[in-house]
């Protein structure tokens, strides 16, 4: 299932770039939810730094191999949108966190990527949903 948000393409982020507002926020954070079958993101502080909110998901899987080649997808999303997230894997998950450094809050490129993800883990093998 393709959404609009998933066929974007990041642009670079310049510091200091306005971060998206709330409103904005809530709206995309309804259309990337709406977008995937089975994977709802939440945008929350970041365990390791809570005053940074970033779109938040955790993915479970059968198994680590499984898990390891997710997380080698959404790394090769990363490197061809030039815009990275923070991924945790651990036997039988992937946390994945999209925010915008440069900018320090949310911008376009998280919820592209985000959606981007969605998809990848709509048809991941071992993944539970
Ligand atoms: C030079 C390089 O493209 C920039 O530092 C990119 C790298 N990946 C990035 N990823 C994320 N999430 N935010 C950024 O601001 C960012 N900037």
Do not use: Y
Not at 2 to 28: I, M
Not at 32 to 57: C, E, G, M, T
Not at 74 to 87: D, S, T
């Amino acid at each position: 299932m393709s959404s609009s948000l998933a066929d974007g393409t990041c642009v670079p982020c310049k510091k200091g770039a306005p971060s998206l507002a709330q409103e904005d926020v809530e709206s995309k954070l309804q259309q990337l939810n709406n977008a995937s079958r089975a994977f709802a993101w939440d945008a929350s502080p970041l365990s390791q730094s809570p005053s940074q909110i970033a779109l938040q998901r955790t993915f479970k899987f059968r198994n680590f191999k499984t898990a390891l080649a997710f997380t080698n997808s959404v790394g090769a999303i990363a490197e061809e949108q030039k815009h990275h997230p923070l991924l945790v894997l651990e036997w039988g998950s992937v946390h994945v966190a999209w925010w915008t450094h440069a900018t320090g809050g949310l911008h376009d490129n998280d919820f592209i990527c985000a959606a981007k993800t969605s998809q990848i883990a709509d048809d991941a093998e071992g993944i539970k949903k």
